[in-house]
């Protein structure tokens, strides 16, 4: 074939004879050339083949051209094929080159010199790029040749890396990163030690306060459980127990946990006994900021009960000093300062123009047995209740009689909305106790 490299020596040959035979055709008509002419070769570019010799066609397996025809056919494959393998030869180059210079930094990395053995496989010492053999065949197999032992060299070095590599061969700087980063590794492992030991010593002052607490809530466990031995607080329910006041001092004392909310009406209700004399003292009182005597139901000395409700007074008709359970109630409304007051289920009384007009204050604080020249102390002994009394309970309105009854009667339960009788809303101080509480029918029959 004419394209391959071993398939144009005999085209050139042959060609190279019928040029030195002075170009005589063999084609049956041609007349002969005069004698002492020759013919001059020319090379053309490739793109101007078709226009000064245009190329016949490729004849079809088994046709026949005229000498002159094929030679010209012959010659423009001939050059075809040198302007190919010349381009293949240039990338060839440029490969080599490349292949050369990368192989040139790994083997100075390594401590050794590309130099003499490059040019012993390029030539033994010879720079064959610049005088390369005239048989493209064997150009394409030392090149072949070549890159092969090109791999395999850089396989080599890839392989020797890798199975020889120490620390004491690395690099420079490689070592001196390598020390850096296990200086940074060293110096967060001293970090984190630290953070435990922080840690651990808080775990320990967390575990001894946790010990007190605990300790100090067992103690009063403890406390507890002796007081229901005892038999003081032993309740049946939340409701059922008294608070007691057995001396006129100003320690002694109840106070509801909760507050008021502001209010434009209330019914306060309550059991009570006592026989102080003169007067039973200050059952509650209810102080605001700016004004002590918010509400308060006082009997002092020898006055008749009073109510007072901004710091305004009615005295109400109640006779509740003889020592028996008597229940009590009062109901207030701000429109014309109407109130009433009940006593074992009955009115009593009732009356208008106490403060009218004037809300209830929220936010004060409500004492049970002292009456409060300032808000939540201030107590004068002479003012302070004696006696004992249960189930307190305040609304947001003005109650009906007949539910005032039923609850005096014991034939309804009725907490209050705002303020109910509950044992943990009450806490007791200076002395006061709490106890079990009477029956509502025990209670009754009392009266």
Known sequence: SPSSPAGMLPVVAGLLLALAAGGRGSAAGDQESPPGSRFVCTSLPLDAAGAGCPLPPVPMQGGALPPEEELKATVLQLRETVLQQKETIGSQREAIRELTGKLSRCESADGKSVTGTWKKELGKGKDTMGDLPRDPAQVIDQLSRTMQTLKDRLESLEHQLRANVSYAALPNDLREMLQRRLGDLERQL???????????????????????????????LLERVSELEKGNSAFKSP???????????????????????????????????????????????????????????????????????????????????????????????????MWEAFQDGEKLGTGENLAPWHPIKPGGVLILGQEQDTVGGRF???????????????????????????IANCSTNMPGNIIPWVDNNVDVFGGATKWPVETCEERLLDL
């Open 239 to 337: 409701d059922e127990f008294k608070v007691s006041l057995p001396l006129r001092t100003n320690y002694l004392y109840g106070k509801i946990k909760k507050t008021l909310p502001e209010l434009y009406a209330f019914t306060v209700c309550l059991w009570l006994r006592s026989s102080a004399s003169p007067g039973i003292g200050t059952p509650f009182s209810y102080a605001v900021p700016g004004q002590a005597n918010e509400i308060v139901l006082i009997e002092w000395g020898n006055n008749p009960i009073e109510l007072l409700i901004n710091d305004k007074v009615a005295q109400l008709p109640l006779f509740i000093s003889d020592g028996k359970w008597h229940h009590i109630c009062i109901t207030w409304t701000t429109r014309d300062g």
């Open 190 to 220: 001293l970090s984190k030690v630290a953070e435990l030991e922080d840690e651990k010593s808080l775990l320990h002052n967390e575990t001894s306060a946790h010990r007190q607490k605990t300790e100090t809530a067992l103690n009063a």
């Open 380 to 406: 004068d002994a002479t003012q302070a209740f004696v006696g004992e009394m249960s189930q307190f309970n305040i609304w947001d309105r003005v109650l009906k009689a007949e539910d005032i009854m039923n």
